[in-house]
């Protein structure tokens, strides 16, 4: 069998403070606390009494407004104007208590740990709660303050970054512009520079002949021979007289004067090969000139013969057609890399 049994209802409440106990001892000290003579703001009256202890808290947390002392500012909860104390500038810096409430809470409790005391103020969790919300704004604006500080130094690197960009690139294209007004120009160099340069033909036929030239030929054999006389031949002129010039010594570009007008050789190469061919036929004629100036070259039992036959034999541009195609080749790249143009001597 169940048996009800009433519940006690609470005898003594503070409307002002918003406090119910049951025990009359508590609800006299209450009177005489400091939070009961305090004045408070409220937006609105309690017109009924309370039925439980959660309904106290709820009304007084929704209800309440606190008012600092000091500049009359108002707060939602106690502990938005116990923040706002420790920063008031209008405060006296006396020590300022947060409610003598939980006071009363704490001796309380000290002196008598029983379930008849009834009353109580805001509940710990709602106050954590409130500290949590302050604590967070006040994160969130030292979050904000820093990013702006962060911004503002990306900014100003920036800014720094551009103007090293700008005066890299006025260097540049200022260096760039002085490489292009003393850039090398081919055809200035050849049509006003080189224009009393020698044909090509009469390049040839200048060249100076000696025997000891047509000896060398017995030790280093056709296409050397035939270089050294050419290249000395050119070595031998000013390089505004010569007929032939290189821009690009990789590619074998050459610029050859022929009939007082200066031509790009063609890539078959004819008419450099045709004044190597030149000059190896004039050399060859100078065989007969040696032999006078060494007779003894016809006794088998002579050094003379032994080199007289080398001579003959080197003195030709080679056996077979592949054989004089390679000495030929080798020619022309020995005199292209002699008649080079050193573009940055010229500017």
Not at 153 to 174: C, P, Y
Not at 184 to 211: P, R, T, W
Not at 256 to 280: G, H, Q, T, Y
Request: proline letters at 3%; one cysteine or more.
């Amino acid at each position: 069998m169940l048996t009800d049994f009433p519940q006690n209802k609470p005898k003594y409440i503070c409307e002002k403070c918003n406090i119910i106990t049951n025990n009359k001892k508590d609800y006299n000290k209450h009177l005489m606390t400091a939070k009961h003579n305090k004045p408070l703001v409220f937006n609105k009256s309690l017109t009924k009494i309370p039925q439980s202890l959660t309904e106290i808290s709820k009304d007084l947390v929704e209800n309440s407004i606190f008012q600092c002392k000091h500049c009359n500012k108002t707060y939602n909860s106690r502990v938005g104007l116990w923040y706002h104390n420790k920063k008031c500038n209008s405060s006296i810096h006396e020590p300022i208590k947060l409610e003598m409430a939980d006071e009363e809470y704490s001796e309380e409790h000290s002196e008598e740990h029983s379930e008849e005391k009834g009353y109580r103020a805001i509940p710990t969790n709602n106050e954590i709660i409130e500290i949590l919300k302050v604590q967070m704004i006040e994160n969130q604006e030292l979050r904000k303050f820093m990013m702006e500080q962060q911004k503002q130094m990306i900014d100003q690197m920036m800014e720094l970054a551009s103007k090293s960009n700008v005066t890299n690139n006025t260097n540049t294209i200022n260096s760039n512009t002085n490489c292009n007004n003393k850039s090398f120009n081919l055809n200035l160099f050849l049509n006003e520079q080189c224009k009393d340069a020698l044909n090509i033909n009469e390049f040839v036929d200048s060249i100076k002949m000696q025997l000891s030239d047509l000896e060398e030929f017995a030790n280093i054999g056709y296409a050397d021979g035939v270089s050294n006389i050419f290249v000395k031949g050119i070595n031998a002129l000013d390089i505004h007289k010569r007929p032939i010039h290189c821009s690009d010594s990789k590619r074998e570009v050459l610029y050859i004067k022929n009939n007082d007008e200066w031509i790009k050789e063609s890539d078959d190469k004819l008419l450099i090969k045709n004044a190597i061919k030149k000059v190896a036929f004039r050399n060859i004629k100078q065989i007969n000139e040696w032999v006078k100036e060494n007779p003894s070259c016809k006794d088998p039992r002579t050094k003379k013969y032994d080199k007289y036959n080398k001579i003959v034999m080197n003195a030709m541009s080679g056996v077979t057609e592949q054989e004089q195609k390679d000495n030929i080749d080798k020619i022309v790249k020995n005199v292209t890399k002699a008649v080079a143009i050193d573009k940055y001597a010229l500017r």
